[in-house]
């Protein structure tokens, strides 16, 4: 059986025609799971018992299941344990302007970057849409307010995983789904070209996220092994050609490494590379990690960066940190989780 949580719309209704059913029984299920959060088909009201058994039969509703939580003040860090025993994680990122919930694509990442806790344990398998949609479910149970906003930059790669990633966002994006608007959803890559290319003709309102980390190609094949296959020049050409395609403005990532891509070198390098881009650069002050060498630039550091950036045009800001005390950084607690 295939968990229900799984199920575009349209798949969903076409399920209920090859079983005997009315299309419209799609839209009532939507509204009992997303709608009014209600899991068991038999307290589903306006379904009669007869579709329900039918429901029963093909449909496994079985959640994953938090096992663990952290909590700062503005963040909550999740780690899910999987049906199947596996571990993935969330975090949740309380704004000003809404709750933002930052979801996990892969059990593990094989992507390598030296400086992300996500990669310190290599991929086992992708996750099903189900397990994506799951962890908003149950962080907005847990919260007991909904979730505003999702980020796909959790553990893995979600381009590496691209069809239940496309079919996740969908679900979330539904109207008779959780009704999470396209402009509040991002993807976020490290920059497999084939695959950007591919989500420049979806038609989807989505954001675009890129980690790109370092401006040139010697330090950024230094500290993410993606750069290797992918240089940074077709990068960027493909960037344009996605801004191109889509008329949107995509995010820039760039996570501040103490002495390693923060100086004013760096960021030269960055804005010739991004000038006349409709681009937005997002300077991520970096969660330390005991196990990986890295450490935080100092806001002296971070605060140069950004003026430079600031004065040459490029729009630039500075995320303000979450989870510094707890292990908030993607991959951290399921890391030492599995070590234990």
């Known amino acids: 059986m295939k968990n229900i949580f799984g199920y575009q719309y349209e798949e969903l209704e076409n399920k209920l025609i090859n079983i005997n059913e009315k299309k419209y029984r799609a839209r009532q299920i939507y509204e009992w799971l997303y709608a009014h959060k209600e899991y068991d088909f038999n307290k589903m009201s306006n379904i009669g018992k007869e579709t329900i058994q039918k429901l029963e039969m093909i449909f496994d509703i079985d959640f994953i299941k938090i096992k663990e939580k952290q909590t700062s003040k503005l963040t909550d860090k999740y780690l899910f344990e999987l049906l199947d025993g596996n571990l993935i994680e969330a975090v949740l990122m309380k704004h000003d302007y809404g709750n933002s919930l930052c979801v996990s694509s892969q059990v593990g990442c094989n992507m390598g970057c030296s400086f992300c806790a996500s990669g310190l344990l290599k991929t086992i ?20 307010e909904r979730i505003d906003s999702v980020v796909i930059m959790g553990i893995g790669e979600p381009f590496n995983n691209y069809d239940n990633v496309l079919k996740f966002i969908k679900i979330i994006n539904h109207p008779f789904g959780m009704a999470i608007g396209a402009r509040h959803i991002t993807v976020s890559t490290c920059g497999i070209i084939p695959k950007i290319k591919e989500f420049a003709n979806e038609n989807i309102q989505v954001n675009l996220a890129i980690s ?6 010697e330090l950024r094949s230094s500290i993410m092994k993606i750069n290797e296959v992918y240089k940074i020049n077709d990068l960027i050409n493909t960037i344009k050609e996605y801004i191109t395609k889509t008329n949107r403005r995509v995010t820039i990532e760039y996570v501040m490494l103490n002495n390693v891509n923060d100086g004013i070198k760096e960021a030269e390098e960055l804005t010739e590379l991004l000038k006349g881009m409709n681009v937005y650069v ?23 960066f ?6 040459a045009g490029i729009d630039v800001t500075i995320r303000k940190e979450f989870g510094g005390n707890i292990d908030a950084a993607c991959g951290q607690l399921r890391a030492k989780e599995v070590e234990k």
Do not use: C, F, T
Not at 129 to 142: G, H, I, R
Not at 212 to 217: E, Q, R, V
């Open 125 to 144: 398998r992708n996750l099903d849409a189900y397990e994506m949609v799951q962890q908003v479910l149950l962080a907005e149970k847990d919260l007991g």
């Open 212 to 217: 790109l980390h370092a401006p040139n190609d």
């Open 282 to 304: 997002n300077l991520i002050p970096y969660n330390e990690n005991n196990s990986i060498n890295y450490k935080k630039s100092n806001p002296d550091r971070i605060n140069a």
């Open 306 to 311: 950004y003026d430079y950036l600031k004065k």
